[in-house]
């Protein structure tokens, strides 16, 4: 079984700095999707970027980064000019490339924003 | 844009009631998903739907929990009889679905149960 593992439950950075997410996952499969997904307080979770396993490039989206490494099961986050509205708790997800989309969770990083 | 819809926002029970959670994907959304979130943990899949059909629940404990999609459109998630450990965050999300390439899941604001 797929297991995801985020070994930093709370991080903290500097407004307009530079933070990184951790993130560790286990599978056996060749194929996959990594994400991390944002959710504010009291808001919905929202997608914040995705990574196809076959891609070796990290993908980018604005501020946000990913540092793939898939031989060491690695998936970080990186937030570049940190801004206050990026305090939220951050999950990094798994999913399979088998036909169901389930997503498995990490236990989750709350990103505390000082301004 | 378009949203996840869940109502209600929050629920209050005592044990051994019945509880009950709606959820409307956005519309054209043909997987709904239904997430179980216990504080400071992150979602578990319950349920997930293609249009009216069960594609997964083998997390779903079915000896209290049910859930249907009757018109492959809204959904609703039931708990009866409801236990303490049931309080949780109850999260819908839904997904066009193309390829799983493509998916996006698209997430509610979610349900939050307290059960005393």
């Known amino acids: 079984a797929q297991t995801v593992t985020q070994s930093q439950p709370e991080m903290s950075v500097q407004e307009a700095e530079t933070v990184t997410l951790s993130c560790t996952y286990d599978?056996?499969?060749?194929?996959?999707?990594l994400f991390w997904y944002k959710q504010p307080p009291s808001r919905q979770m929202i997608l914040v970027i995705r990574?196809?396993?076959?891609?070796?490039q990290n993908a980018t989206e604005n501020r946000f980064s990913v540092n793939f490494q898939k031989a060491a099961k690695s998936f970080s986050l990186k937030i570049s000019d940190s801004q206050l509205g990026d305090a939220a708790m951050y999950f990094c997800?798994?999913?399979?490339?088998?036909?169901?989309?389930?997503?498995?969770f990490g236990q989750g990083t709350t990103l505390q924003v000082k301004p | 844009e378009a949203e996840v819809a869940q109502s209600p926002r929050y629920k209050i029970t005592e044990k051994s009631q019945a509880v009950a959670f709606w959820c409307d994907p956005i519309?054209?959304?043909?997987?709904l998903y239904w997430y179980r979130q216990i504080l400071g943990q992150g979602p578990e899949l319950l349920v997930q739907?293609?249009?009216?059909?069960?594609?997964?629940d083998s997390q779903l404990p079915k000896d209290r929990f049910s859930a249907e999609r009757l018109k492959g459109v809204d959904s609703t998630l039931k708990i009866q009889p409801a236990e303490l450990g049931d309080s949780a965050m109850y999260l819908c999300?839904?997904?066009?679905?193309?390829?799983?390439?493509?998916?996006?899941?698209?997430f509610g604001p979610g349900t939050r149960l307290l059960v005393l």
């Open positions: 999300a839904s997904s066009l679905r193309r390829t799983i390439k493509q998916e996006t899941q698209y």
């Open positions: 599978t056996s499969e060749s194929d996959y999707y």
């Open positions: 990574q196809e396993a076959y891609k070796q």
């Open positions: 997800a798994y999913r399979s490339s088998s036909n169901t989309g389930k997503l498995i």
């Open positions: 519309s054209g959304h043909a997987t």
């Open positions: 739907f293609q249009d009216e059909s069960v594609v997964d």
